[in-house]
């Protein structure tokens, strides 16, 4: 039966359709292609989500070879929860996209954008449901070497400079990665994610084991954008076509975190408790001083940017720090506080690149003075904007607040207070530089001469207009995101705290 290869398929569709795009050549018909596929992946995650809701985790073995000797696609409620969400962003974002890419990107490279954005899907889709450790880091590699180039897709030379950057921390974070996993093998012998959370108790004491977690340690946060290996991330988010900085934002640095989770809770996480070794996400452990690091600094920095997209591309550093904290508590409710948070994040982060995207699309500008009044011209895109800057703030109601009431929560579970103090601060910093773009939208007055321009497309509107209400909903609705968290959380953790 075809639904017993839907694990295969969530992964072989996307690659074996980009080469397609190539070959429609036209705009069009490339971009019906990718959206068709986009969508059919959605409805794949969505039919996983619901099996594994209702049943046991999956676990298909490719070419009928049993794991550990075989590649094992291995697919549990937190696996389709950020299969749903990256391909549910995916769909949204190429939905939007067609109108997008015409602006900004010569017609020409239309087709090879999207058969690069399927490419950089089917790694991330295949990054979130391999259950070999190799395995994951080739479509690392595949989502990596397509981001890249479509990063550097943006105009003028400072894209190519950005996709530079990115390429070289990429591959110091890809390298690093695949020495880990090496080590790894040579005192196991196995790459099989659960067969190396059985082998590794057993040789943690070892210095390769150490050694081991240290390189997957640094490896996985360049990849996450952790302060301070974050230097990447603003100058990509900045210079990449729109749609590109919407749906990296929104889902890379999302599945690099589902990554960190996956090796250092699930797999290293026994072998630490064994030898009795302070693991890599301990309290007073030096990831939680990183994680309130870059809360704060991603937060000030932003204050004072003057593009909208470098802005909000700090705020991603400051939102990853958010995720990483709760992560780091290593109990159900801070872990779910990580995970919910990813999700929620997701959401915002698309809102507002979305919105800012349909601005650059009228002015040709995402400075921030050339925004006034921005709130009269494109009311429907503001709009949108001011419900994600809500949300990020997290203000009662919004996606936003469910993540950091839970995360605040969580550090008093934990006894930390001065950790709740330290968001609920840092809260405040979001206000600011959220503000200054409302202020400048709404309160400044419409540049003396400047043309009439009209709203964006309604291709561009309709998305935007669901992902923007999307942060009400599961603002109020928490079952499907909080909910789907705490079951996993708790999967990961073996039902409770440890």
């Known amino acids: 039966m075809i639904a017993d290869q839907l694990p295969a398929l969530q992964v072989a569709l996307p690659l074996i359709a980009a080469p397609f795009c190539v070959f429609l050549r036209r705009p069009l018909p490339a971009w019906g292609w990718a959206m068709a596929v986009t969508l059919a992946c959605l409805g794949m995650a969505i039919s996983l989500l619901i099996t594994v809701l209702h049943g046991e985790p999956i676990s298909y073995h490719v070419g009928d070879w049993d794991p550990p000797w075989g590649i094992e696609l291995r697919v549990d409620m937190l696996t389709a929860f950020v299969l749903v969400l990256v391909s549910g962003i995916g769909a949204l974002?190429?939905?939007?996209?067609?109108?997008?890419?015409?602006?900004?990107?010569?017609?020409?490279?239309?087709?090879?954008?999207y058969a690069m954005y399927l490419l950089c899907l089917t790694g991330l889709l295949g990054m979130t449901i391999t259950g070999d450790a190799f395995n994951l880091f080739v479509f690392l590699e595949i989502s990596s070497l397509s981001t890249y180039a479509m990063v550097g897709l943006?105009?003028?030379?400072?894209?190519?400079?950005?996709?530079?950057?990115?390429?070289?921390?990429?591959?110091?974070?890809?390298?690093?990665?695949?020495l880990g996993v090496g080590l790894l093998y040579m005192i196991t012998g196995t790459l099989n994610m659960a067969d190396l959370a059985e082998r590794l108790p057993a040789v943690a004491n070892t210095r390769t084991f150490v050694a081991a977690a240290g390189f997957l340690a640094v490896g996985l946060s360049l990849k996450l954008a952790l302060f301070p290996l974050h230097k990447w991330l603003p100058p990509a988010y900045t210079y990449a076509p729109s749609v590109v900085t919407a749906f990296l934002a929104s889902t890379a640095t999302k599945v690099s975190l589902y990554v960190l989770i996956r090796i250092f809770v699930e797999v290293l996480a026994p072998a630490f408790h064994a030898a009795h070794l302070p693991g890599p996400l301990s309290e007073g452990d030096v990831i939680t001083m990183l994680a309130l690091a870059a809360i704060f600094s991603g937060s000030f920095v932003a204050i004072f940017q003057r593009d909208a997209k470098r802005l909000l591309a700090y705020s991603s550093v400051a939102q990853i720090g958010y995720m990483v904290l709760g992560v780091s508590?290593?109990?159900?409710?801070?872990?779910?506080?990580?995970?919910?948070?990813?999700?929620?994040?997701?959401?915002?982060?698309?809102t507002l690149f979305l919105a800012v995207g349909c601005v650059y699309l009228r002015i040709g500008s995402v400075q921030i003075k050339d925004m006034a009044g921005m709130g009269k011209r494109m009311p429907l895109t503001m709009a949108a904007f001011v419900l994600g800057g809500l949300s990020l703030i997290g203000v009662p109601g919004t996606a936003g607040f469910v993540s950091k009431w839970q995360l605040v929560m969580g550090a008093f579970e934990k006894g930390w207070w001065w950790a709740a103090l330290l968001i609920g601060l840092s809260s405040l910093l979001a206000v600011i530089y959220v503000w200054k773009v409302v202020e400048v939208a709404y309160f400044k007055p419409v540049p003396k001469g400047a043309p009439p321009i009209k709203e964006a497309p309604i291709s561009m509107l309709v998305p935007l207009a669901l992902i923007a209400l999307c942060n009400l909903f599961f603002g109020l609705q928490t079952e499907w995101s909080l909910g789907v968290a705490r079951a996993a959380a708790a999967s990961l953790l073996g039902g409770g705290s440890p």
């Not at 939007?96 to 954008?113: D, G, N």
């Not at 070289?168 to 690093?176: H, M, N, Q, R």
Request: charged content about 10%.
């Open 154 to 178: 943006g105009k003028g030379r400072q894209a190519l400079l950005a996709a530079y950057n990115y390429l070289i921390l990429g591959t110091v974070g890809a390298t690093f990665y695949v």
């Open 329 to 350: 508590m290593l109990t159900v409710t801070g872990l779910s506080a990580g995970l919910v948070h990813m999700f929620n994040h997701a959401i915002i982060k698309a």
């Open 93 to 113: 974002v190429m939905a939007y996209a067609r109108e997008s890419v015409q602006a900004e990107i010569p017609s020409e490279r239309h087709a090879l954008f």
